[in-house]
Each structure stands twice: as C-alpha cells, then as structure tokens.
C-alpha cells in the first residue's frame, strides 16, 4: 500500500514537471485511455485529446511552476483517490508572480504500465491572470 501512494504521489509531481516543461504528450501518457482531465474553463478525454488541449492552451512563455502539496491519497485495490492543494507561479516582468491555486481532485488506476490519471480535476480557490489562451 505504501508502495501505491509513493507512485501515485510520483505521478502527481510528474505532471507538474511535464506541464512546466511543456513535455504534453508525456504528460497525457500518464492518463488512462479513457482518463479526463477537466478544469472550470476545459474538459478533455484520452491521452490524445489531453495533449491536443494543453498544446493548444498553455503557450511557452511565460514560464510558470507548479506546485503539488498536501496531498491525501487512499488506495483500494487497483483504484485510487487523492486531494491535493496546488499553487501555479508564473514569470512576470519584476519576478514570480502567483497565478492559480486550488485542488486537484483525483482519482486513479492501476494499468499494465502502473498508475494512471483515472480523473484529474483542476477545482480553482483563487485565481488571478493564467496567461493561457483559451478560446
């Protein structure tokens, strides 16, 4: 059981270094074929729809981070949960600025290739400008 929340923690942190580095279709490969990611403004369904999505909207520059914390993961069997508080920092003229912070709400399961994004969903508490380019 341990085991599964050290992977399941590692998937959560893989995400946000694929997301900063724009690494898309490494970070929809961490969702299930049929995994969604979905965000207030945004859902999306499958690796290759999630990877379209983020290509599309999240541009290179600014450069932001994201940061995970706070996670609560509980495991039953081959599934998963976790809540997770994020905060989103992105480069502004005179430094970091904060843009948006939350929770990922999760869940998750265990394929032949190990965890994978069931779900993942951005719920905002606050947010300030994201400079993505929604439509």
């Not at 580095?21 to 729809?49: C, H, I, K, N, Q």
């Not at 081959?78 to 939350?102: F, H, I, K, Q, W």
Request: aromatic content about 10%; hydrophobic content about 40%; overall charge negative.
């Amino acid at each position: 059981m341990l085991e599964d929340k050290d992977a399941i923690r590692e998937i959560a942190h893989r995400y946000c270094f694929c997301m900063d580095e724009g690494r898309f279709a490494e970070l929809a490969a961490l969702f299930a074929d049929d995994g969604v990611w979905s965000a207030p403004y945004r859902t999306a369904t499958g690796p290759a729809e999630i990877e379209a999505w983020l290509t599309q909207s999240v541009p290179a520059s600014p450069k932001r981070m994201h940061y995970v914390m706070n996670s609560i993961v509980a495991v039953e069997g081959a599934t998963a949960t976790a809540r997770s508080n994020y905060l989103v920092m992105v480069e502004g003229p005179d430094g970091p600025e904060p843009s948006v912070c939350g929770t990922y709400v999760d869940a998750y399961r265990k394929t032949a290739a190990g965890w994978r994004f069931q779900r993942r969903e951005l719920v905002h508490a606050f947010k300030g400008e994201m400079r993505l380019q929604l439509p």
